[in-house]
């Protein structure tokens, strides 16, 4: 069966520091990779996504993902972290097979100011 | 203007009752679906229409059942409601199923749903 894993579950930064998300899947068919972010009482919303071409991703406000391959990865990243970044993050894969797309369980991102 | 609402956004109900969360897009999309998410803020398909037609339905207990009017509105009714069916429940709309998972879906706020 198709999963999702984001091994960070609670990431603490100060502001300025950069950011690394891990994510990932376990699907051999073609992938499409998404990351979601949920602000504090706020729906989810689209970062970034990846169909294919260029493995590097940007998305809004500054984040890039980058999609390997080889590791099964699409990571997220983010050069420097702003408090307003403090939010729910969530990798997504869509199985083409089921037509369902697939979450990981969220890691929570807290920017100290 | 709010591309999916869902009404309404909080619920707190005894167990053994009924309820509805209803959901509307006015994006003009084809296709709607509801997940849940529960307490570790996992998230999980639980339903999807397209074009009113029922195409994802997950072994959701058939005390929910989604009813799409049309193909702008997605309806959960939840019977009995037990302890466990106490989650946060999103709905979403993409353009199309069909077009290979290139369709960003669109996520209304979400309805929290606590059951005492």
């Known amino acids: 069966a198709q999963s999702v894993s984001q091994h960070n579950h609670h990431v603490i930064l100060s502001e300025a520091a950069s950011l690394e998300l891990g994510c990932n899947y376990s699907?051999?068919?073609?992938?499409?990779l998404f990351w979601y972010v949920q602000y504090p009482g706020q729906h989810l919303q689209l970062l970034l996504k990846?169909?294919?071409?260029?493995?590097l991703v940007k998305g809004i406000k500054g984040f890039e993902a980058e999609f390997i391959k080889s590791k099964f990865s699409f990571n997220l990243r983010k050069p420097s972290v702003q408090w307003s970044d403090t939010a729910e993050y969530f990798c997504?894969?869509?199985?083409?097979?089921?037509?369902?797309?697939?979450f990981g369980q969220g890691t929570t991102l807290q920017v100290k100011p | 203007d709010t591309a999916v609402s869902q009404t309404p956004k909080y619920l707190v109900t005894q167990m053994g009752n009924d309820k509805s969360i209803k959901c509307e897009q006015n994006?003009?999309?084809?296709?709607m679906y509801w997940y849940k998410q529960d307490s570790k803020k996992f998230l999980k398909i639980m339903f999807s229409?397209?074009?009113?037609?029922?195409?994802i339905n997950e072994t959701v207990p058939n005390r929910f059942s989604p009813k799409s009017p049309d193909k702008a509105h997605l309806n959960l009714h939840i019977n009995s409601l037990e302890l466990g069916d106490s989650a946060v429940y999103f709905c979403?709309?993409?353009?199309?199923?069909?077009?290979?998972?290139?369709?960003?879906?669109?996520f209304g706020p979400g309805t929290r749903l606590l059951v005492l």
């Open positions: 994006l003009g999309h084809d296709t």
């Open positions: 699907y051999g068919g073609t992938v499409n």
């Open positions: 229409y397209n074009n009113k037609e029922l195409i």
């Open positions: 990846y169909f294919s071409g260029d493995p």
């Open positions: 979403a709309s993409s353009q199309d199923l069909w077009t290979g998972g290139r369709e960003t879906q669109y």
């Open positions: 997504a894969v869509f199985s083409s097979n089921t037509g369902k797309l697939i």
